[in-house]
């Protein structure tokens, strides 16, 4: 089994901490479906909390496993039309890559990057190159030995012939748990993250972060968080962190293919003030 990517090293505190927090939107609403002929649709909408702006869009994926093939086209209401054609262990065993492309028509602006993922049982590798912007390339590799692992990741500017960013991680991860640190930005900003599965019902992680350029002044960040599985249908999340702001999440399987999801954000420093949050998600999925 190949190791998991450099941005997904701390993935298992990264979700915990982030994923199904539905305060974040106001309103959610997303719609998959699926066509006879193995075409899925699926429409993504949201409304922002401070403008009240819905941004969605509407999105059709063919996948032909046979040839590894994936064509996704996406149309979204900032008027981009993005296709991503996707060619999995076709080319060479383990590798996968992927052309980018988008189209402004409003401005006739234009996007287009290549993606290449290189999968080996001790090895993972990427690398994305910006062909129209630069153009610019990223890359990073991670080794993994016995739930050891260790990565880099770059940046580098063609047209300029420079270095543009550079970061490293090492970990370790078992089913049971996981423990991440990163060193981003330059290595400027370090991280630090815990992953546990309790048990079969609950979940607990916790993630520290310091910016170095900021000095003492910017102290170390903390978050911890967990998540209790009430049933087979249901769940809940709750985290907080040092500045005092508190999150809940709720999710509930309504019946097969209905999920609906509630969450709210409170400031607790700021109880009798304007500063909390609640938002709405529903799942419809056939």
């Known amino acids: 089994m190949a190791p998991p990517a450099f941005a997904d090293i701390a993935k298992s505190s990264n979700d915990l901490l982030t994923r199904d927090f539905y305060h974040t939107a106001s309103a959610n609403l997303e719609v998959k479906s699926k066509a006879p002929n193995g075409v899925a649709f699926t429409v993504k909408g949201k409304s922002d909390h401070k403008t009240g702006a819905i941004a ?13 093939l994936t064509l996704t086209q996406a149309w979204t209401t900032f008027n981009a039309l993005d296709t991503k054609i996707e060619l999995d262990n076709t080319i060479a065993n383990g590798l996968k890559a992927e052309v980018l492309t988008q189209f402004l028509p409003a401005s006739k602006g234009k996007g287009a990057k290549l993606n290449l993922h290189f999968r080996q049982p001790l090895f993972h590798a990427r690398a994305f190159f910006d062909l129209l912007k630069g153009p610019s390339f990223n890359g990073d590799a991670v080794i993994g030995h016995d739930g050891f692992l260790a990565g880099a990741e770059v940046g580098y500017d063609v047209d300029g012939g420079k270095i543009t960013k550079y970061s490293a991680a090492v970990g370790y991860s078992v089913p049971e748990y996981t423990a991440a640190v990163t060193a981003t930005n330059n290595l400027s900003v370090f991280a630090t993250s815990y992953y546990h599965r309790v048990n079969a019902q609950v979940e607990a992680g916790a993630k520290a972060t310091w910016d170095a350029k900021g000095g003492n002044a910017s102290g170390v960040g903390l978050e911890i968080a967990s998540k209790y599985k009430l049933d087979s249908n249901a769940f809940v999340k709750a985290k907080i962190n040092n500045q ?19 969450g709210a954000s409170i400031d607790t420093q700021r109880l009798a003030e304007p500063a909390h949050k609640v938002g709405l998600n529903f799942v419809f999925e056939s």
């Not at 005092?244 to 509630?262: C, W």
């Open 56 to 68: 969605g869009q509407i999105e059709a994926k063919y996948t032909d496993k046979p040839t590894g």
């Open 244 to 262: 005092g702001i508190a999150a809940l999440a709720y999710s509930q399987l309504l019946r097969p293919g209905v999920t609906l999801g509630l």
